[in-house]
């Protein structure tokens, strides 16, 4: 019994748990490819059953985590001060979710003008796919806008649709906050609700390394390393886009508006992204960003709104970097030439429509309001989201993980304007390394933010 329970705390630890990712992505390719090779439709399905199963898992905490975590956000703001202060911090965070998206597609544009990705590439797309997302596409700024308020939150949470319980979780945290006292029975219920949550999270998170080997097995058996190829054009432009925000764009503001150096930054957050990176899901990581915006010193109270909130609705991979890349690629792969008005277009979509990539597929919404706001056909369109849909495991991975760091900064940079930002030794490397706190695991505290870490 005493083996497996060493066994057990060696896999949460933070090193080992890395290396069994890598591990699992590697052997996950390789599993993949020879189930490609081989014809064995056994070993695809059963990598497709250990990846859907560990997305279903994820998936399963999404909609409650979200909901609980803004309404208990907003209620948490109370201790900040009164309503002025939480709309000043509201308009603030809401302002540097836009800046910063500004930026990132503004690198995502240069980088596609440059880099040119799918110049002189033909590809066809499979005639199936192109009719299966071409259903998934029609009418989509309609569909957002129609669709934004739930006209029942009971269905909203039914059909996992993570915009609608955003728009619900604002009305009723907004709600709670104005009855003050009259709705603490019900903020206490949701903390309590919120904590169950997170322990649930805490536990899917260490079956991350098994998940991993069977997502990107299923990617390679369906796709093969042909298609990778192929697309290499694409792939090479976001992830280099992303790791410019990432490792720079992030750091350079953290110095400069609240004077935290990169290796603080990356010492803290590291876990989370490795764990966002592998994971693929901004919500599952959202208790350790919680708690890793807390550990740079943003205010309990404050980092328990706008992380949540964060994750949502400012996503620079997804909605900036992504669509700006995949949006040149497809135009160069269709012949398209794009005009400067329609860079314009992207830049603005960007900016205006990240709530769009609300979602465990926000990306294929942004991706495609973006190619419609320029003006592209519905047949381009389909055509070539289903080009790269293909490949969307390996961008999403990268995507996920500046995703997450953008969500940790941005409270962060607002926290220290506001001056609710706990500096302390903000230049050098933490005491200990943080993931040693369980890089394995998502933090556990209580639904206000107060609490510690602790171990699976």
């Not at 033909?122 to 998934?136: C, F, L, N, S």
């Not at 350079?252 to 764990?275: C, D, E």
């Not at 160069?332 to 609300?358: K, M, N, P, R």
Request: glycine share 12%; aromatic share 8%; net charge neutral.
């Amino acid at each position: 019994m005493s083996f497996v329970v060493r066994a057990a705390r060696a896999w949460q630890r933070p090193r080992v748990f890395a290396l069994l990712t890598v591990a699992g992505l590697v052997l996950g390719a390789l599993l993949g490819l020879t189930a490609r090779g081989t014809g064995s439709e056994g070993l695809a399905s059963t990598l497709d059953t250990v990846g859907g199963l560990f997305t279903g898992l994820l998936q399963f905490t999404v909609a409650p985590l979200v909901f609980l975590a803004i309404v208990v956000g907003i209620v948490s703001l109370r201790d900040l001060g009164g309503g002025r202060t939480a709309a000043r911090l509201g308009g603030r965070t809401v302002a540097w979710f836009a800046g910063t998206s500004l930026v990132a597609v503004l690198i995502g544009i240069a980088i596609g003008l440059v880099g040119r990705p799918g110049q002189g590439v033909t590809i066809a797309a499979d005639p199936a796919d192109v009719e299966a997302v071409g259903r998934k596409t029609a009418g989509s700024w309609e569909a957002l806008l129609s669709n934004l308020v739930p006209a029942n939150p009971v269905a909203a949470f039914a059909a996992d649709d993570v915009l609608q319980i955003v728009v619900a979780a604002l009305l009723v945290g907004a709600a709670a906050y104005a009855l003050g006292e009259k709705a603490e029975p019900f903020v206490a219920f949701s903390r309590s609700a919120l904590d169950i949550v997170l322990t649930i999270i805490r536990w899917i998170v260490v079956l991350a390394p098994i998940g991993v080997l069977g997502l990107i097995g299923t990617a390679f058996a369906t796709y093969g390393s042909g298609v990778v190829a192929s697309l290499a054009g694409l792939i090479g432009t976001v992830y280099l886009g992303c790791a410019i925000v990432l490792f720079g764009v992030y750091p350079l503001l953290l110095k400069v508006v609240a004077g935290i150096g990169p290796r603080r930054f990356f010492g803290i957050t590291w876990p989370v992204l490795q764990f966002a990176f592998v994971s693929r899901s901004s919500g599952a990581a959202l208790p350790m960003s919680r708690q890793a915006a807390i550990d740079l010193g943003v205010d309990r109270n404050y980092a328990g709104f706008a992380v949540p909130l964060a994750t949502t609705t400012k996503m620079d991979g997804c909605a900036a970097v992504y669509p700006a890349l995949a949006t040149i690629f497809i135009a160069h792969v269709s012949g398209v030439q794009l005009a400067a008005w329609q860079y314009l277009v992207i830049v603005a979509v960007a900016v205006f429509g990240a709530l769009a990539t609300a979602g465990t597929t926000g990306w294929f919404t942004m991706l495609t309001l973006t190619l419609a706001a320029v003006g592209m056909p519905p047949a381009v369109i389909a055509a070539g989201i289903a080009v790269v849909i293909g490949i969307d495991p390996i961008l999403d991975m990268m995507r996920t993980a500046t995703n997450v760091a953008g969500q940790i900064t941005v409270p962060t940079l607002v926290a220290a304007q506001e001056g609710i930002l706990d500096r302390g030794d903000t230049t050098g490397p933490v005491d200990a390394e943080p993931a040693e706190q369980d890089t394995a695991s998502a933090p556990q505290e209580d639904a206000s933010g107060a609490g510690r870490p602790t171990s699976v």
